[in-house]
């Protein structure tokens, strides 16, 4: 049973930094991408950012590029997500997600975790 558990949320003023991490278990994850997503009050879920678990290959939406960074650690089966220079915008509930690099979706989702961003 695949499991994603998001930790390192909370209360963060503008222009602060926070580590969100995403444990995952319950399979191996080569041939995935594993993908973080943020959903803010009133709006839609919105892609953020991903990375390839076999290859590292990282991609991000403009609004974070040069300010959050993916990484993840093979033997702790962990995913990161290092933002830097947070603005009020990104306040969301932030959530990890995983699909097949190859015609996948997004099917793996974990139970998300909140990030505020004070001005």
């Known amino acids: 049973q695949v499991q994603l558990v998001e930790s390192g949320g909370g209360l963060v003023q503008t222009g602060g930094s926070l580590r969100l991490s995403c444990a995952a278990s319950g399979r191996t994850f080569s041939g995935y991408l594993m993908g973080w997503f943020r959903q803010a009050p009133g709006k839609e879920r919105e892609f953020v950012t991903s990375i390839n678990w076999s290859g590292g290959q990282t991609y991000y939406v403009p609004s974070v590029k040069d300010r959050f960074t993916i990484s993840k650690d093979n033997a702790k089966n962990t995913v990161y997500l290092q933002m830097n220079s947070l603005k009020p915008e990104d306040t969301a509930v932030y959530y990890c997600?995983?699909?097949?690099?190859?015609?996948?979706?997004?099917?793996?989702w974990g139970q998300g975790t909140q990030v505020t961003v004070s001005s």
């Open positions: 997600a995983a699909r097949r690099v190859i015609n996948g979706e997004y099917g793996y």
